[in-house]
């Protein structure tokens, strides 16, 4: 059992013949008292602080578990996320080489499609020009034919005035100043009639209607 400050002042010790001095004893008692109850107080403080650096121990300890635990979970969603990413990419790759292979597929049916036009059209075109070539050589025969030189050789009786392109140019301009000329003086004439038209009118109006009388004006009374 562990002794007290009180035990140790209360303990009483036998007087017996040639003993110690009992001031000095109870001083050194005193003084050994002191002394325990600074250990003791020091013991206390020291078992506290050593109750406090277990709890933060123990605080750390439960945090560092925490944080473990985040950090497991933070792996394990980072490794799902890059998992999930690669699965992405992967599945993107794919969708872009089928839309790929989709499209180059298209666009050789189209330049098949185009090629196979394109020589149809020029197909046509060749036989359109060997028609065209036999058409207008068959029509250039027919006009070589010396049935035609019969038909347009003129008679010996008839003569044929061509004029040139010089007198068909003054024609043309004697006939343009001609209708020049009539038309001005027609806008003459309709100018004259406009203004004689204009001259009977004032005139009328001027002389007095037949069968009227002149006002009288009568004197002032």
């Excluded at 002794?3 to 009483?12: A, G, Y």
């Excluded at 010790?13 to 005193?30: A, C, S, W």
């Excluded at 605080?59 to 792996?75: E, G, P, R, T």
């Excluded at 025969?141 to 003569?159: C, G, H, T």
Aim: a negative charge; zero cysteines.
């Amino acid at each position: 059992m562990v002794l007290t400050p009180l035990d140790i002042h209360n303990k009483e010790f036998p007087v017996k013949m040639r003993g110690y001095d009992q001031d000095e004893v109870n001083d050194y008692l005193d003084q050994i008292i002191k002394d325990y109850e600074m250990v003791l107080k020091e013991n206390r403080e020291l078992e506290k602080n050593l109750k406090f650096s277990e709890e933060k121990v123990t605080h750390y300890n439960n945090l560092q578990d925490a944080l473990n635990k985040s950090i497991i979970v933070a792996q394990d969603a980072a490794d799902r996320l890059k998992e999930n990413a690669a699965k992405e990419a992967e599945l993107i790759r794919l969708e872009a080489e089928k839309n790929a292979d989709r499209l180059l597929d298209e666009a050789v049916v189209k330049a098949k499609k185009i090629t196979t036009e394109t020589d149809e059209l020029r197909k046509q075109s060749r036989v359109f020009k060997q028609r065209l070539q036999l058409m207008i050589e068959s029509q250039l025969e027919m006009v070589k034919n010396e049935e035609w030189e019969d038909i347009l050789k003129p008679s010996q009786d008839e003569a044929l005035a061509i004029p040139t392109l010089k007198e068909m140019l003054s024609s043309l301009e004697q006939k343009e100043d001609q209708e020049e000329n009539e038309q001005l003086i027609e806008e003459e004439r309709e100018e004259t009639t406009a203004a004689k038209e204009n001259d009977t009118d004032s005139a009328a109006e001027e002389q007095p209607t037949e069968g009227t009388m002149p006002a009288i004006e009568l004197p002032n009374a």
